[in-house]
């Protein structure tokens, strides 16, 4: 009786509900360090028009472009955030499953490396980055296990704490850029390094994207707040975390120059500053049009009073982009420019 | 027998005494260890709770402004309408930032204007504009209107962020922090109980944003898994425990569905987007898709619990229907069934408290997601308190860590009032034989 009651309930409900019904909002996947822009866009497009609020979901750059280039129709997101370029390969499954890809470069994001406010001052060049994190590094000509348990001991000039960075975890995309930014830049400053990057590119590589393992480097998951947290608590500690976690505590951890550049908005957007990445997101054509606001919503993000100098995303920590070049990006965007991708090997 | 020998000079009472007075002490040491252990853990629970309430409980009040704000017939009906569709769609944020630079007009500047400008939250032009769909005559008056402050002026209002140390590194500047003390020295400024948490949905603006879109995603959710895991769980036991025969099939259910019980709700989460999503088409980010989720891994709980309830009816009841011409159906729905509900019941709530606390299964069905409206229906996009929780723990923005603390509340809550309408089904329905 009473599973028959229940029964009758759950498929009025459901019923009800109409499953079968076309979407009327905008489904945005992907980057985690593009999320907080996306959802300020979208909250002010949501406020502004007469459409629903998109809904955005955190889902990483990889994972979000897998779902966006899985096919087109309802069922499929319309937007993908990405922290990195498309790769070569996801650009081809696109292609094969029918999305027109249209792609929107909307700023830049530095990757800092910060301690707490009582700490020493830290000013750091890549080359010391890499030597203090890399499992392997050239030592008198060869290449040998880390050897290096203080900072002094890489270079006098830098205080005598114990070499303890806490950083992302493998899966983030903060990782994957800082390793190819920060990690590379300093190989390469290795002769030795240089010289196998040119002949062997995968030995090189695998040398400069390989991070210690004997606790100098700490894996300290995705939540960059608790790693705020953490700093503060160890004043001896270094944590590597997006730009916009250093904007919004300023007053409890102070970032380290790299290369002589201070990680400022000013420093970034200048691209002084050697560790920082694109962001960007990626349109389906094809959903253009068919599912309600998308034009719209690429209106509101590549406006000027969004991503400007003071526009209000600026205010959430994105680095714009240099006006000659929102201008040139805007206006691919808003006649929808398929992307094309000649190659990924570039220069 | 030796062992028991009392030694020469001693009696074999003051033996015995002694050996008594050893199993006392042994009894008491026994008894103020499990009552530190429960100290201990009771002591951690205060920790805890006190931690969370005294980050969460400031949401409870909003930094509001009070400002003389003029409704200019030229900003709001140039025309002189007084439609509300005109009067809907004027300038607010127009007439906030005139009223605000007639307070400090010693903001001048494109960047004073700018910080200024932060005073208030972008809220503030709603609020505005309720006010006037509300009382259209106030067009063309002057009346003091208490607007939403911007997040970081809230907090500074609340304390929870510097005032001092050097200028460059605080999310406030000197001026900014004079602009607001002349104010509230000026009685232009108060603490008011911040509703907005409790009626909005999620937002990007920490000061704007709420737990009710969540909450009632939560209310489908479980809804839809107890709709679902409630009967379905239910007959699976009375036919497992009253009908099948015992043989080697039925010792496999009843192993399978023992393992179920134990496997990781991410698993659930995988099988959702495979048969719910990709299978059946059903929408992402749904409420309805979640429950079915949740309901899945609530199943094999709320089957545990209502086999070993039926079990405990006593076979004589059975007996005595039966003997008197009821058949097995009868028996089991006006006997068995009614006597083991307050059992089926507890375990069903025990186990939609789980449900309720779970985020990973959702993360695969797209339930992790920043929504910003309320849903109306089960197939709208929803998220779900504790991933609410989540996302607000992650975002930069400081004023969202105690709006973490306050929606952990709010789930406590709810998790409270589940489990204590557990104990008072079990106290009033409860018989014991």
């Given amino acids: 009786m009473l599973a028959k009651i229940a029964g009758v309930a759950f498929l009025a409900l459901v019923g009800a ?18 999320f907080p822009f996306a959802t300020t866009v979208a909250e002010r497009f949501g406020r502004k028009t007469r459409f629903k609020t998109p809904v955005v979901e ?29 790769k070569q390969s996801e650009f081809e499954t696109c292609k094969n499953n029918g999305v027109t890809v249209v792609e929107v470069k909307i700023g830049f994001d530095g990757i800092v490396l910060a301690n707490a406010k009582s700490g020493p001052d830290l000013a750091l060049t890549m080359r010391q980055i890499f030597q203090a994190l890399a499992k392997q590094v050239p030592v008198a000509g060869k290449l040998v296990d880390n050897p290096y348990k203080q900072w002094r001991d890489i270079d006098p000039s830098l205080p005598a704490i114990k070499i303890e960075v806490l950083g992302p975890p493998p899966t983030s995309g903060t990782r994957d850029a800082f390793v190819e930014l920060a990690m590379e830049g300093g190989a390469k400053t290795f002769e030795m390094l240089r010289a196998l990057s040119k002949t062997d590119k995968a030995a090189f590589t695998k040398i400069a994207h390989t991070i210690r393992e004997d606790n100098a480097f700490i894996p ?62 990626y349109v389906k054509k094809e959903h253009v049009g068919v599912i309600p606001g998308i034009a719209d919503y690429i209106a509101e993000f590549t406006s000027e009073q969004a991503w400007d100098e003071e526009g209000y995303l600026s205010e959430k920590g994105l680095i714009p982009l240099s006006a000659e070049d929102r201008k040139s990006v805007a206006a691919g965007a808003r006649s929808l420019a398929p992307l094309v991708l000649v190659s990924e090997q570039g220069p | 027998m030796s062992k028991w020998a009392a030694p020469t000079g001693v009696s074999l009472a003051d033996c015995a005494q002694a050996r008594l007075r050893g199993r006392y002490r042994a009894e008491r040491r026994f008894r103020y260890c499990g009552i530190a252990a429960i100290c201990l853990a009771l002591g951690m629970l205060g920790v805890l709770f006190a931690t969370i309430l005294a980050q969460g409980l400031p949401v409870l009040t909003q930094t509001q402004i009070g400002l003389d704000v003029a409704f200019a017939p030229g900003i709001l009906d140039p025309d002189g309408t007084g439609e509300a569709e005109t009067l809907a769609r004027a300038d607010y944020r127009k007439l906030a930032r005139n009223a605000l630079r007639t307070v400090i007009p010693e903001a001048s500047g494109r960047r004073d204007k700018r910080a200024l400008a932060k005073m208030l939250s972008i809220g503030a032009e709603e609020e505005l504009r309720d006010a006037v769909l509300a009382d259209p005559t106030l067009v063309g008056q002057t009346k003091r209107i208490w607007l939403t402050a911007g997040a970081d002026f809230d907090a500074l209002n609340k304390g929870t962020i510097a005032r001092t140390g050097a200028e ?4 406030l500047s000197d001026k900014q922090i004079a602009w607001f003390d002349a104010l509230d020295a000026n ?28 909450v009632v995603g939560t209310l489908y959710a479980l809804a839809i898994t107890l709709l679902l895991a409630f009967p379905l769980g239910v007959m699976a036991a009375v036919y497992l425990e009253e009908f099948a025969p015992k043989n ?28 719910f999503l990709n299978f059946f088409g059903l929408p992402r980010s749904a409420p309805l898709v979640g429950g079915m989720v949740l309901a899945l891994m609530t199943l094999p709980t709320i089957i545990i619990a209502a086999r070993a309830s039926l079990k405990a009816v006593p076979p004589s009841i059975r007996e005595a229907a039966l003997g008197i011409g009821a058949s097995p159906m009868q028996t089991v729905t006006h006997h068995v069934l009614p006597l083991a509900m307050p059992g089926i019941l507890t375990g069903t709530i025990i186990g939609m408290a789980r449900a309720l606390g779970e985020t990973a299964p959702l993360l695969m069905i797209g339930m992790v997601a920043f929504i910003a409206d309320i849903p109306s229906r089960v197939t709208d996009p929803a998220s779900v308190l504790p991933v609410q929780v989540f996302l607000w723990a992650d975002a930069p923005e400081r004023a969202f860590a105690e709006r973490t603390a306050a929606a952990i509340l709010v789930l406590l809550t709810v998790l409270v009032a589940m489990n204590l309408s557990a104990v008072i089904l079990r106290k009033k329905f409860e018989r014991r034989w």
Avoid: H, M
């Avoid at chain 1, 509900?17 to 593009?34: K, Y």
């Avoid at chain 1, 280039?69 to 370029?85: K, L, M």
């Fill in chain 2, 248 to 275: 080697r099939w039925t010792g496999i259910v009843e192993v399978n569905i023992n393992n179920l019980a134990a496997v990781p709700s991410i698993v659930f989460g995988l099988l959702g987007l495979a048969v």
């Fill in chain 2, 168 to 171: 460059s590194d605080r999310r």
């Fill in chain 1, 17 to 34: 509900s109409g499953v079968a019904e076309a979407r009327e909002q905008i489904r945005i996947v992907g980057s985690s360090t593009v």
């Fill in chain 1, 58 to 86: 955190s889902t990483g750059t990889g994972g979000g472009l897998k779902l966006f280039c899985a096919g087109v129709g309802e069922r499929y997101p319309d937007i993908a955030n990405a922290s990195r370029r498309i």
């Fill in chain 2, 187 to 214: 009685g232009q400024v108060r603490r008011a109980f911040n509703s907005r948490f409790f009626t909005a949905g999620d937002s990007r603006e920490p000061e704007l944003a709420g737990v009710l879109g969540a």
């Fill in chain 1, 220 to 281: 300290a998951g995705e939540n960059e707040n608790l790693l705020v947290k953490k700093l503060q608590g160890n004043p001896d500690a270094v944590g590597i975390f997006g730009f916009s976690f250093l904007d919004n505590n300023g007053d409890v951890i102070k970032g380290a120059r790299v290369d002589g550049v201070a990680p400022t908005f000013e420093n970034i957007a200048a691209g002084d500053y050697g560790v920082s990445r694109s962001l960007f997101f």
